[in-house]
């Protein structure tokens, strides 16, 4: 027993050791959520005319897929909701660089690959394509009107496969200091790649997305299910590049029709007021603890320290967004990790009060509480997936954000609750048992 306790003291000494190393460590930053740091609010709408309809699902759909680039890019627990039947919503937290954001939001992300024969394009230059053949969105870009480019078209080229064909896309750098993108095709892409690529060996293959030409490599070898986007690349484009070809193209195109930054809805005093507030009742648990229960609740007060700093050392490391629901989430469930040492400290005292040995009232007092911890903890982490399936359908990221971190510390009470404060109480007060039984008020009795 005593070996066995002494082995869980390591790994709690390792893990404290590893979550203050985590806290402590600056490459991994505290996320902040919108109402605690502010952001970008950008406001899209469909970019067609007005006497187009759009479904729908078209517009679910091109939610979907910016909520998904939003997340690649990093941004901790973004906001993406409809708003009407033609605008959508997107909420940036923390976001420091807005023109990466807007390029990745709006850019609809149609990749080609586009037979020039024996001709290399410059990159940027912009083109048609057989493929939805017409205006090209750059040729507007750059400033010429509908007339203009009606009067004098962008060369057109052959189409040979479009982005649909690929399976994924990731971005690399070479041993030069050179970015590209490296992607895999679907069956049929690599089909469609090998196809072509076979019978035009020495020409160019250019790539172009939105129309506008990438690179212009030419093909060197057969390709079939892989290959390679270069250009003259930064880190940052590649990395961009890569997200919009993962996360597919925009059912329907989108311009940005207002943006502006706001600031922490909560603001500054009424943070300082939040965090007050919960150290505060955090403190007056500890000192009940440690008043009504004397030896046990100090040591259910070391085991709570514990459970804070693990929980902490968690939010760092995954990345957790911290606003002001998630927090709820976080104090509710150390409410429910001093619950569970309750129930054990009661059945406890039960067992003494009966006249029993102290061990024997350790081991039947955690024993016959741990059914009721479980079988609490369940049902609140079945909530807990409800609200989380909840927020994802519909966009309350903020309500996520409570759901996760009330796991994360439902599941890390119920260690602290138990391993830690069982390890505790057998090495300290099962130790010193004879001496405590004469002085059984130190074990509020």
């Not at 901790?76 to 990745?104: H, K, T």
């Not at 992607?183 to 035009?200: C, K, N, R, W, Y």
């Not at 940005?256 to 939040?274: D, K, N, P």
């Not at 903020?398 to 759901?403: H, I």
Request: proline residues 4%; charged residues 15%; hydrophobic residues 45%.
């Amino acid at each position: 027993m005593v070996r066995r306790d002494l082995f869980w003291l390591l790994m709690i000494v390792g893990l404290v050791a590893a979550a203050i190393w985590m806290a402590l460590n600056e490459n991994f930053p505290i996320h902040q959520g919108l109402d605690l740091s502010g952001g970008l609010q950008v406001l899209l709408e469909a970019d067609v005319p007005a006497d187009e309809a759009i479904t729908r699902e078209q517009m679910d759909t091109a939610r979907s897929i910016i909520s998904q680039r939003i997340n690649g890019l990093g941004v901790s627990e973004p906001v993406v909701q409809l708003e009407g039947e033609r605008r959508i919503l997107v909420e940036l937290p923390g976001i420091d660089n807005p023109d990466d954001a807007f390029s990745l939001i709006q850019g609809t992300a149609l990749l080609e690959f586009v037979d020039t024969a024996t001709q290399p394009l410059p990159e940027g230059m912009c083109i048609r394509t057989t493929h939805d053949e017409g205006i090209s969105r750059c040729e507007l870009e750059n400033g010429r009107t509908e007339a203009e480019a009606e009067l004098a078209p962008a060369p057109t080229y052959p189409t040979v496969l479009t982005g649909d064909k690929l399976a994924s896309a990731t971005a690399g750098s070479g041993q030069f200091g050179d970015f590209f993108v490296s992607f895999e095709m679907t069956p049929e892409g690599a089909d469609l790649l090998e196809a072509h690529t076979s019978t035009h060996v020495g020409q160019f293959l250019t790539i172009v997305l939105d129309k506008r030409v990438i690179s212009s490599p030419t093909i060197n070898d057969v390709l079939s299910d892989s290959g390679q986007i270069t250009g003259q690349f930064t880190l940052e484009e590649a990395q961009t590049l890569a997200l919009q070809l993962n996360y597919g193209s925009l059912p329907v195109p989108l311009r940005i029709e207002a943006t502006r930054q706001i600031g922490a809805t909560l603001g500054t005093q009424s943070v300082e007021f939040s965090i007050r507030a919960g150290s505060i009742g955090v403190l007056i648990v500890l000192l009940f603890m440690l008043v009504y229960y004397r030896v046990p609740g100090l040591l259910a007060d070391m085991a709570l320290i514990i459970y804070a700093l693990l929980n902490f050392a968690f939010f760092k490391w995954i990345g957790v967004t911290l606003t002001l629901p998630a927090i709820t989430g976080f104090l509710l469930s150390t409410g429910m990790a001093v619950d569970a040492n309750i129930l054990v400290f009661e059945r406890m005292k039960e067992e003494l009060r009966r006249g029993g040995d102290i061990n024997e009232a350790i081991h039947d007092g955690f024993a016959r509480a741990w059914t009721s911890i479980r079988d609490s903890n369940i049902a609140t982490l079945i909530i807990c997936f409800i609200l989380f399936i909840f927020g994802r359908n519909f966009g309350a990221s903020t309500v996520q954000g409570f759901a996760i971190t009330l796991t994360i510390g439902v599941l890390i009470s119920m260690f602290t609750a138990v391993t830690v404060t069982r390890t505790f109480v057998r090495l300290i007060i099962g130790n010193g048992a004879g001496w405590l039984s004469k002085h059984k008020a130190l074990l509020g009795l």
